[in-house]
């Protein structure tokens, strides 16, 4: 079975400069996350879909970040424009299901994109 | 808030020792579910072990298991008979049944030769 798949795997670019990630769950994932990572820290959640519904972006900085889900299948995180702290990697995963459907799965991460804004 | 607070942010142990990972959280909830995730230096994140609150059996997967104190709100993880492939950040993390999940920072391990 394929795992998360995320791409690309790394990405440079200069401040101002916008940017996109994609990610491809796990088939037949009806969830799927989109994590910030700083180095040495642990993913913090930046939003949740459960289908094609936002369904938890509370932590997703609205004035620069965006994300779409169209189809319930691969989702794309954007930033536009990049500041220098955004330098980070960027985790995607997904699970069978979410909290709130009265099961928490497990989640299966992505290979993550690693974010460097110069 | 929940929070989850890993002590530890570095080790270091010989191969074939056993080692202990700690990891305490703070919840008012009663059923919740708690997750240790090892990510190795190639960065993809892949779960270790689970458990489920209302169990009170310890989870156990082949050489790695948990000891988890519901009253204390502790689980901690323990790595027998490591190996080198073990070398990871391990990461302990927290959900109830109707929020996100929520990481510790991390305890950075090293499986010695």
């Known amino acids: 079975e394929a795992g998360v798949v995320q791409s690309p795997r790394y990405k440079i670019i200069e401040k101002k400069q916008p940017v996109a990630f994609w990610c491809n769950p796990i088939?037949?994932?009806?969830?799927l996350y989109w994590y910030l990572q700083n180095l040495g820290q642990g993913p913090e959640l930046l939003i949740r879909?459960?289908?094609?519904?936002?369904?938890?972006d509370s932590q997703l900085p609205k004035d620069r970040f965006s994300a779409e889900r169209l189809k319930g299948v691969d989702s794309t995180l954007k930033i536009q424009p990049a500041e220098l702290g955004d330098s980070a990697v960027y985790l995607c995963?997904?699970?069978?299901?979410?909290?709130?459907?009265?099961?928490?799965?497990?989640?299966?991460f992505g290979p993550g994109t690693r974010l460097t804004v110069l | 808030a929940q929070t989850v607070t890993q002590s530890q942010p570095e080790m270091s142990v010989q191969e074939a020792e056993t080692v202990t990972l700690s990891c305490t959280y703070d919840t008012s909830e009663n059923n919740y579910y708690l997750f240790w995730y090892k990510q190795p230096p190639s960065r993809q994140m892949i779960l270790v072990i689970r458990?489920?609150?209302?169990?009170?059996q310890n989870a156990t997967e082949n050489r790695f298991s948990v000891n988890f104190q519901k009253a204390a709100k502790s689980f901690s993880l323990k790595i027998s008979d490591s190996q080198l492939g073990d070398t990871a950040m391990y990461f302990c993390?927290?959900?109830?049944?109707?929020?996100?999940?929520?990481f510790g920072k991390g305890t950075r391990l090293h499986i010695l030769p």
């Open positions: 458990q489920e609150a209302y169990k009170q």
């Open positions: 879909y459960e289908n094609e519904e936002a369904v938890d």
């Open positions: 995963a997904s699970s069978l299901e979410g909290p709130g459907t009265g099961s928490t799965d497990t989640q299966y």
């Open positions: 993390a927290f959900t109830n049944r109707d929020d996100k999940i929520i």
């Open positions: 088939s037949g994932h009806n969830t």
